[in-house]
């Protein structure tokens, strides 16, 4: 975990020098740029020659002054102010810009500073559990780096689709440390054997995967069926869409079958499920359920999410989530919140108002017992939203 892999070691020109070299070089090349090609200029009102000198004291000032702070040099390189190479810009109204990180990354210093410490352009540690950690305590966005991610030597080629929707992919996708299965027929097989896991048995194509939001599931009215959600809508205005912990993402492979295109949100719990998303020929997106939905508002068709959305998050942090879905959807686009729980206590006076006041109108509401884990004193609720079609601001 969060080791650093020998080759990052090993390349060792000195990486404060190579930096500076990096800072000067660039600099020089924004100057030599600007100067050659004045006429591709954003609008601004300096001369762009003048904005770029200026640009190149200001810049190594603000590190040097900066950088000496208990923050790593390279975070310090992307998320302090750096001057536009233009100057102000009337569009941002600025003449800086700070790199986007997330407030939290600068609460964890400890982990941030071995995040960033790596050899510029060289190997990057392999360290996803480190990286994932950060994000989920809100270092999100987490700074970019200047480095080459570990991948495998042997990486093949994906299987071409539509093949790739429901086979396996090979090993040598996957960079494999971060998890206890090796491999995926150790992921394929995990249902079998004690231990919780989330989405145990998503790797399982042929299993439960295979029937999910098909009518030849189990129903206990909880389970909606992607058709009869469609068929909610005017056929053909469900067309784009996010799925929030989209686990294997088969409910993008679903609804890709039905020509809608959906983006699957998801992090990687003890199994490499970004890569398995990849592989299926689906986009997955690798971000929190706290972190702002990265679509305008008022853009998509539909908004899933099954068995994430639930008492684990902070009450606070779950109203800003939701009021968020609601802005990302489209006047007349559906939310499918489908298996949320809580605690029978929390649900009456506490999740159940929280879901109902945020202005969608009900579609379908099915409340159910939970009866996977005793004492059973949890609630589900399979719920269909619409934001309304007039007047929804
Ligand atoms: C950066 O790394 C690449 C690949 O190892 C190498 O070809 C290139 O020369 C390096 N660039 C610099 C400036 O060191
Ligand atoms: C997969 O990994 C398991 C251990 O996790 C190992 O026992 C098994 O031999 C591996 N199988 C293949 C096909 O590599
Ligand atoms: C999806 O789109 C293709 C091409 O436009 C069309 O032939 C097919 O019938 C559509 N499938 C469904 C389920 O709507």
């Not at 080629?157 to 494999?176: G, I, L, M």
């Amino acid at each position: 975990m969060g080791s650093h892999s020998p080759r990052s070691r090993a390349n060792c020109f000195p990486s404060h020098l190579f930096f500076l070299f990096l800072l000067l070089s660039t600099n020089l090349l924004t100057f030599l740029l600007s100067t050659l090609y004045n006429s591709c200029s954003f609008d601004t009102e300096k001369p762009v020659s003048e904005s770029s000198r200026i640009e190149i004291t200001a810049s190594k000032s603000a590190t040097v002054d900066e950088a000496g702070a208990d923050l790593p040099p390279e975070f310090v390189a992307f998320a302090y102010g750096q001057k536009l190479p233009f100057g102000f810009n009337p569009r941002f109204n600025s003449d800086t810009l700070y790199g986007p990180v997330g407030r939290a990354c600068a609460f964890y210093k400890e982990e941030i500073r071995e995040y960033m410490t790596y050899n510029i352009n060289g190997s990057c540690p392999d360290d996803e559990l480190l990286e994932q950690k950060l994000l989920l305590k809100g270092c999100e966005p987490l700074p970019p780096r200047r480095c080459r991610p570990a991948a495998a030597s042997d990486y093949k080629e994906p299987v071409p689709f539509p093949a790739c929707q429901w086979t396996t992919p090979p090993d040598s996708s996957v960079v494999w440390t971060a998890y206890k299965c090796k491999n995926y027929t150790c992921l394929v097989n995990r249902w079998l054997f004690p231990g919780s896991d989330d989405c145990k048995d998503c790797f399982w194509l042929e299993g439960r995967e295979r029937v999910r939001w098909l009518p030849q599931d189990s129903n206990n009215g909880l389970e909606f069926t992607i058709d009869e959600v469609l068929a909610t809508k005017k056929a053909g205005t469900i067309r784009i869409g996010l799925d929030i912990g989209g686990g294997a993402g088969t409910f993008a492979v679903r609804m890709r079958e039905r020509n809608v295109t959906v983006v699957t949100t998801s992090m990687n719990f003890n199994a490499p499920f970004n890569n398995f998303i990849a592989s299926r020929g689906i986009v997955p997106m690798f971000i929190t359920v706290s972190q702002r939905l990265p679509f305008f508002d008022n853009t998509l068709d539909i908004v899933h999410s099954m068995h994430v959305i639930s008492n684990w998050i902070p009450m606070t942090l779950l109203q800003f989530l939701i009021y968020d879905i609601y802005r990302v959807l489209r006047p007349g686009g559906l939310f499918w919140l489908d298996h949320f729980f809580c605690r029978l206590d929390q649900w009456e006076r506490g999740y159940k108002p929280l879901i109902q006041t945020v202005g969608f109108r009900k579609l379908k509401w099915a409340e159910g017992k939970k009866l996977d884990k005793p004492p059973h004193e949890e609630v589900y609720l399979s719920a269909l939203l619409e934001k309304p079609l007039k007047n929804s601001w």
